[in-house]
């Protein structure tokens, strides 16, 4: 009997966190509407950020005063964003705030980067591949060797044999280690693939938390100490080799600082930080769209949405515009009926688990009514410690916890 009991338990447990992921799964597949934030650029015609969103107007966009405008005007106020199709059309302005309006000075201006938090909260490769920077053909290739950050040695290993490089091991150990590199490396970052224009290594953070420039010349080491650390206290980096090479990547701070570093004029790095609110790395997402005179930075998350229209020269702020997320009918019904929703995966994080996506005070007070219902209505049919343990999980699951319960095999009642 005692084992009966256990099993009951078990199955109940286990039907309940099921139910708790797909009944809200389909409800949502059945009351879904759009919500999302809407497209945003800053337009250098009207020097204002512009809400692109086709599915409020279809005819028109507007800016965030409220000016509307036809859909015909939408290429020639964001001459910046649609380059291309004025260029196609021939209507390409020849200069805009004193700037030619060359193609092919417009592509290589063209930033385009999407944040997520599961960008950081996945599993990150413990081995990285170090290019060659200036190679002799032109093009890059794999150098046929990885290499790993030891607690006191960066280490080559060949990819075939999976033997260690020790003479290339040394090599890299010993520069960094002059250049006051601290072993072990906390993290370090890189853009492993041959299919970009340039190589600029990788980006390692050591244990005092400096940030060191490593990447291969001519087969040999090029290390050297941002000293960005001095500005900020690093968090993340992002690798990105852009096309006008005006920058590195980008960087996170610990008090959620974002920015860039690029290179100043004698040959070192710099920091430079846009001006936008603090960023959480662990719920915000990011998208930055660039061009020759301005960005556009969008930091959004569940809760709302902030966009800002940034100087490319300086990433200082011209405008900011904020927006609350809309409550549309699926998180009014969730907020009613469902007071916890499960599920194995998160918008997050890339790690499969059991996450709480949800959670709601007024349906966990309704949860609370039901689970009173259940016990009274339960009460000569189930033995009083099984009716109290139904009942709490109603009252932690509402109505979820109800179809675990009926879902149980006829004999629950014995």
Not at 216 to 238: A, C, E, I, L, Y
Not at 244 to 249: L, S, W
Not at 268 to 278: I, S
Not at 325 to 348: C, M, N, R, Y
Request: proline share 4%; charged share 25%.
């Amino acid at each position: 009997m005692r084992f009966k009991n256990i099993i009951y338990v078990a199955i109940l447990v286990l039907t309940t966190v099921i139910t708790s992921w797909s009944i809200p799964v389909l409800v949502k597949k059945i009351v879904y509407e759009s919500n999302g934030y809407p497209l945003m650029y800053y337009s250098s015609r009207l020097k204002e950020l512009c809400i692109i969103d086709f599915r409020e107007m279809k005819d028109a966009f507007r800016d965030v005063k409220g000016n509307v405008y036809p859909r015909s005007q939408y290429d020639s106020l964001l001459p910046l964003m649609n380059y291309r199709q004025l260029a196609m059309n021939g209507n390409l302005p020849d200069s805009l705030e004193g700037y030619a309006m060359d193609v092919k000075v417009l592509r290589s201006k063209q930033v385009v980067y999407r944040f997520r938090p599961s960008d950081v909260y996945s599993p990150q490769p413990k081995m990285g591949v170090l290019l060659e920077a200036m190679p002799k053909r032109g093009s890059l290739s794999l150098p046929g060797d990885y290499f790993r950050m030891n607690d006191n040695e960066m280490v080559f290993v060949n990819a075939e044999t999976n033997s260690v490089n020790d003479a290339k091991s040394k090599m890299f150990t010993d520069e960094l280690l002059k250049k006051g590199f601290e072993f072990p490396a906390k993290a370090f970052w890189g853009n492993p693939t041959v299919r970009k224009a340039y190589e600029e290594g990788y980006f390692c953070l050591d244990s005092n938390g400096e940030l060191f420039h490593v990447k291969m010349v001519n087969g040999r080491p090029f290390v050297k100490n941002t000293g960005v650390s001095k500005q900020v206290d690093v968090k993340w980096f992002v690798m990105r080799e852009v096309s006008d090479k005006r920058f590195y990547g980008y960087l996170f701070g610990q008090n959620g600082e974002l920015g860039i570093v690029e290179s100043n004029e004698d040959g070192g790095y710099r920091f430079v930080r846009m001006d936008v609110r603090p960023v959480d790395i662990a719920k915000d997402d990011i998208t930055i769209m660039g061009n020759l005179l301005y960005w556009t930075v969008r930091i959004y998350n569940s809760e709302s949405m902030d966009c800002y229209g940034l100087k490319t020269s300086t990433l200082e702020s011209l405008t900011t515009y904020h927006q609350e997320k809309e409550t549309g009918t699926w998180d009014k019904v969730a907020d009613i009926v469902f007071p916890v929703i499960l599920s194995p995966s998160s918008p997050d994080n890339a790690y499969i688990g059991c996450y709480v996506l949800h959670f709601s005070a007024l349906a966990w007070i309704l949860s609370v009514i039901l689970a009173l219902l259940v016990f009274v209505f339960m009460r000569k049919r189930l033995a009083l410690q099984k009716n109290l343990l139904v009942s709490a999980v109603v009252a932690l699951t509402g109505i979820t916890g109800v179809i675990a319960f009926v879902l149980l095999p006829k004999n629950r009642f014995e």
